[in-house]
């Protein structure tokens, strides 16, 4: 197993007038090399403020405080991830941007309404890509015959600029009016490859489409849209929060269906976000059940439908329709807990069927029941010293 990606004991608080909401208790989860992780969990649960906390983009009055985002890219080996909490605001920021991308539930806000599709897939491209466009603009531009009249004078500034992309030339060059010409490969390159990233992701007529607005395009549409500029940054990992739910169920399917292509084809791996099992049957690997802030099971994926050992899960399971369901469907009994004063212990243990007075005392830890199989369960743990698991 490889790692990509792993989360240590992550706590993260938000700070408002009824108290502190304990919104993340301790999760540590990883993801895998060239896997799709998907968290599940009731609304109000933690997934979001989980994924926010990995990007560091939790507003306040959230607060991290306390556990690792470890990383195993960017030259960080298997044994000593690179630490995201401890790493500068700018590092985030070129991260953000290049190998940890996300896409939202609300294609809408991901979308300016006033700027055409095109404009928009292409500042990505800038954006992400100006070096790399640059010296292939470069590149092409020794073939004979290939570089316009005045390549030749400001070939040498180019270079400079394709050599460094955060240098402040490339933004004083365009702001040149007789230099602004050779910015013109440029925005035909970031537009050649945003027409051929939205062909790519199953967008008929992509040449007319990059001329088109957002409201003159589906919500389906709109997503792949918005899909193809996280792709632009050639991310490492794709985290997607809830980013088929709006969307109806035809559509749902075709978008996973991307996502999991791109997976094969692009990304290396995916944390996907969602409150729909079937969606999780369909395209991960594995899965991390969350509840009031804890991850509270964590495994691959058949194995946890197969056989569910934390009960929550099981509730969880036996909530979602099957085909041969037979009779009524089951709910979880009780509500959610508050989160500014969540119960002692294992945080389900009010609604928990098996429960036991340890489980009112003391957190469980995230255990090995079944060989990459985890679950944080009293009662499991019990069952299995039992030999009864
Ligand atoms: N800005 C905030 N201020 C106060 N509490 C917050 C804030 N954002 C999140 N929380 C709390 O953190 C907890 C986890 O929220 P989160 O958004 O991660 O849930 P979720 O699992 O993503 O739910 P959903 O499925 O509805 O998206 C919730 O109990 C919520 O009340
Ligand atoms: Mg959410």
């Known amino acids: 197993m490889t790692k990509l990606l792993e989360t240590q004991d992550l706590v993260t608080n938000f700070y408002t007038y009824e108290g502190m909401v304990q919104a993340l208790n301790r999760v540590s989860l990883v993801v895998e090399e060239g896997s799709t992780f998907g968290l ?18 939790v507003q306040p009055p959230g607060r991290i405080e306390g556990g690792r ?38 294609p809408n806000a991901a979308l300016n309404p006033t ?25 092409d531009w020794d073939q004979p015959g290939q570089a316009p009249a005045l390549a030749g004078l400001l070939k040498p500034l180019y270079q400079r600029a394709a050599a460094n992309p955060k240098d402040m030339l490339l933004a004083i060059l365009s ?70 739910s709006n969307l109806d169920v035809t559509i749902q399917a075709q978008i996973l269906d991307l996502l999991v292509r791109l997976k094969k084809e692009s990304i290396s791996s995916i ?32 194995g946890i439908f197969a056989h569910p050992r934390h009960p929550y ?5 036996d909530s979602v329709p099957k085909f ?13 807990p508050n989160l500014v004063s969540p119960p002692p212990g294992c945080r389900f243990h009010p609604r928990c069927p098996h429960m036991m007075d340890v489980c009112r005392d003391r957190l469980p830890d995230l255990l ?16 299995r010293a039992g030999g009864s698991a």
């Not at 969602?274 to 991960?284: I, N, Q, R, S």
């Not at 899965?287 to 991850?295: E, F, H, R, S």
């Open 324 to 336: 041969q369901t037979e009779g009524e469907l089951k709910s979880i009994e009780g509500a959610v």
């Open 69 to 106: 985002v470890l990383v195993y890219f960017g030259g960080a080996d298997q044994d000593h991830g690179l630490d995201l909490l401890m790493q500068s605001e700018e590092y985030m920021r070129g991260l953000r941007g290049c190998d940890m991308s996300m896409i939202f539930q609300e």
């Open 175 to 244: 702001r040149i009016p007789i230099l602004r010409r050779w910015r013109k490969p440029l925005l035909a390159e970031a537009k050649a490859r945003s027409i051929d990233i939205i062909g790519k992701l199953g967008i008929p007529n992509p040449e007319r489409v990059v001329d088109a607005f957002p409201h003159n395009l589906s919500g389906g549409m709109k997503q792949r849209i918005v899909i193809a500029m996280a792709l632009a940054c050639n991310p490492v990992l794709l985290i997607a929060d809830e980013a088929t």
């Open 368 to 383: 090995d029941a079944d060989p990459g199989h985890q679950v944080a369960c009293h009662w499991a743990e019990q069952n």
């Open 115 to 139: 700027l055409s599709i095109g404009y928009q897939v292409s500042e990505s491209f800038l954006f992400h890509q100006t070096a790399e466009m640059s010296r292939k603009i470069l590149d």
């Open 313 to 317: 899960t099981q509730a969880l399971l």
């Open 271 to 302: 944390l996907l976000i969602t409150h729909d099992l079937g969606v999780v049957a369909e395209t991960c690997d594995r899965v991390g059940v969350m509840y009031a802030g804890n991850l509270v099971e964590v495994g691959p994926v058949q």
């Open 40 to 57: 599940v969990g009731e609304s109000g649960c933690g997934k979001s403020v989980t994924v926010r906390s990995i990007m560091r983009i």
